[in-house]
């Protein structure tokens, strides 16, 4: 009966757009109806698209063509947006009793608000009148399609009272283009994920010292909304504000004392895979807008002032096991994003979006086509898959080049079903900022198969090399090396093992890695260093230009590799075999400096023993001081010999990386633990 009704549906469809067939109308709506049918637009009855189909509806059918999420694509149409008095209407009768004529909130949340529990979007509110939430007294409201959105045009009206009375209150000057230029100079904020386009995090505040890091005292903490993970953002500070993430919320807090400002919630209308943990690492900024990356791979513009959204963009889609935790990289009016997902068969790709807009610029795809350069790397009856950018790259303004690191191939444990290098995995690639070209790559691990992803941030700096200055990019990677790459031309200068490995018994010239056979997971399994984890994962590591240091916080730790064809999907993803940990092996946390001239290890710190392989990543302070996380303890380190200066036991563990600024009483140290954002402050001399 169902198949009928679609059917009948598509035929409708159909007449609707007779009038619009030469412009492609009618194929757009039955290529949605198609969708229908496949089973991918659940959360839109057959009655409901009927109504959204309509040509005269005004709904944006060919985004919901494209992306096959209504979350994203169906917004208020422009003709009930002049509705918003039958809408208010309605709402006094229906919906005031609970949640107050204003839409304050009575014994229902508050309307007047632009960040909604059950979702922000049109379409989520829409879902809610329709269906109710169960085991609340929100139930179904039995108003018509028209009615509902009538409906929803007057919260629109409420949502921007609500707007302008915050802004009135405070309206910041807008992050420009020279602001994110500079950030890495700038002492009194913390404006991009890794301080800077350079991805070194260092900053020489002069507030920080051995001494004053002793006397550093908390200035304030906020309890994070609580997430069943722990937190792992970097806080954006900027215009008196400290922006920071939990895997679903946005949250703006004053920067002098924690109060809050606005918060953005929003729990994907769709179910998620991943693969490791709810997450999020954070936001960026730019003009009037904060950005920020969903676990459904939705793409969200908020208002820096009031929270509110400006505009969302489908960058991939969850059932296609595409996903977001880390924010964007701005270079002028363009938001470069990465993708996580890899291990449930997508393939990785890097997008850059116009920032005041939303619209997609380009896409550079980390697995090449059939009939591409690089497919013939990929044999065996594998499909080419993986090689996700789920962590933000670096960039240099000097040849308008990104650099961008990519993750594993899939199936993860099984070598042998995709024989060859399995280009562009496992590699960092240079790609031109206006096209997304690729100008050239290396690949740091050829036909991985240990779950070693190459998605670090790498760092940029200028060195001195036989005599000669080497524009460089560095790079400490999972597979246990630290490379140092020329960043013109890709070419292999060094590279180092800073942790256990016996995986690798060098490089040839080209830099290309001679792994053991012996590495190989086995049907029996094969123990290899580093582990599956990696001798380092996604959190940030630092370089000082004026020690000419790179200090990398290292997990030693080893894993028992199992190659085993019977299992083809494990939890949704594609590994073809499994891990243990390998008993008695705990992880070991350490930070090494590496100086990348030489390749020496200058230093190492006595390894700390962990059940939990916590760490944040490091920033560092000048020529003076390396500040990290391990397990729950933040502690600070002298630059040039490693020694411990200072500690804090925060109670909790950490795993989001610090940021640190200069403010009006002091300078301030900022991370978060558990699900407790912690600011600390150096008192001015």
Not at 369 to 386: M, S
Request: some cysteine; proline content about 7%.
């Amino acid at each position: 009966m169902k198949r009928v009704f679609l059917a009948g549906l598509a035929l409708i469809s159909i007449l609707l757009a007779a009038p619009l067939v030469f412009s492609g109308a009618a194929r757009v709506r039955l290529a949605v109806v198609g969708l229908k049918i496949a089973g991918r637009l659940s959360t839109i009855s057959s009655r409901e698209l009927l109504a959204v189909l309509k040509p005269s509806a005004g709904f944006n059918v060919d985004a919901l063509r494209a992306t096959a999420n209504p979350y994203a694509t169906l917004s208020l149409p422009p003709q009930f947006e002049a509705e918003s008095a039958r809408g208010r209407a309605i709402f006094e009768t229906r919906c005031a009793r609970c949640h107050g004529a204003n839409g304050e909130g009575l014994s229902g949340p508050s309307l007047a608000v632009s960040n909604r529990k059950h979702g922000a979007t049109d379409w989520a509110v829409f879902r809610v009148m329709q269906d109710g939430v169960s085991q609340t007294p929100m139930v179904p409201t039995a108003l018509s399609f028209d009615d509902t959105w009538r409906v929803i045009s007057h919260l629109h009206e409420l949502g921007h009272r609500d707007e302008r009375a915050t802004a009135e209150v405070r309206a910041v000057a807008p992050v420009t283009a020279e602001d994110i230029a500079g950030a890495e100079a700038s002492t009194s904020e913390w404006l991009a994920y890794t301080g800077g386009w350079s991805g070194r995090r260092n900053k020489d505040l002069k507030g920080l010292t051995a001494e004053s890091v002793r006397r550093m005292r908390l200035a304030w903490a906020f309890q994070l909304p609580r997430d069943p993970v722990t937190s792992e953002t970097t806080p954006i500070v900027t215009r008196g504000m400290m922006i920071v993430t939990t895997a679903v919320d946005v949250i703006a807090l004053s920067e002098d004392n924690g109060d809050v400002l606005w918060r953005y919630h929003r729990e994907p209308p769709v179910e998620v895979n991943l693969c490791c943990t709810r997450a999020n690492r954070g936001v960026a900024i730019f003009g009037d807008m904060v950005f920020v990356g969903g676990l459904d791979a939705m793409l969200t513009a908020l208002d820096v002032n009031t929270g509110r959204v400006r505009w969302q963009v489908s960058v991939g889609t969850a059932a296609e096991g595409y996903s977001m935790t880390s924010p964007p990289v701005v270079v002028g009016n363009k938001l470069i994003v990465g993708v996580g997902g890899g291990e449930f068969g997508p393939r990785g790709f890097v997008d850059c979006y116009e920032a005041e807009t939303g619209r997609r610029l380009w896409r550079t795809y980390t697995i090449p086509a059939a009939g591409e350069p690089g497919r013939e790397t990929w044999g065996g009856t594998a499909v080419p898959a993986g090689a996700p950018t789920w962590v933000p790259g670096a960039y240099d303004p000097s040849t308008q080049t990104l650099f961008w690191g990519t993750g594993n191939p899939t199936p993860d444990f099984a070598p042998d079903t995709r024989p060859g290098d399995n280009l562009y995995s496992n590699s960092l690639l240079a790609l031109d900022l206006n096209t997304g070209a690729i100008k050239w790559h290396y690949q740091f691990t050829p036909n991985d198969s240990h779950d070693w992803d190459a998605t670090q941030t790498p760092m940029l700096a200028d060195l001195t090399i036989n005599g000669a200055l080497r524009h460089v990019v560095l790079c400490a990677n999972r597979n246990g090396f630290f490379y140092v790459l020329d960043r013109d031309t890709g070419a292999f200068i060094r590279g180092v093992a800073f942790a256990k490995q016996d995986w690798n018994d060098g490089f040839d010239a080209k830099g290309r890695p001679q792994p053991r056979p012996s590495a190989t997971p086995s049907p029996g399994g094969t123990v290899t260093f580093p582990g599956v984890g990696g001798a380092v994962n996604w959190w940030p590591n630092t370089y000082s230009a004026q020690l000419g240091l790179a200090f990398i916080a290292v997990r030693d730790d080893g894993t028992i590799f199992f190659r085993d064809p019977a299992i083809g999907r494990d939890a949704h993803q594609l590994l073809h075999g499994r891990t243990e940990p390998v008993p008695g092996s705990p992880h070991a946390l350490s930070v090494v400096a590496v100086d990348p001239v030489s390749g020496a290890i200058r230093w190492q710190t006595p390894a700390a023993e962990s059940r939990v392989a916590a760490t944040g990543g490091l920033i560092s302070i000048g020529d003076r001081l390396v500040i990290g996380g391990q397990s729950s303890t933040l502690f600070a380190l002298d630059a040039r010999t490693g020694a411990r200066v200072w500690q804090a036991g925060l109670g909790a563990a950490i795993q989001g990386p610090p940021v640190a600024y200069q403010a009006a009483h002091g300078t301030r140290l900022v991370v978060a633990a558990g699900t407790v954002l912690f600011v600390f402050e150096a008192p001015a001399s």
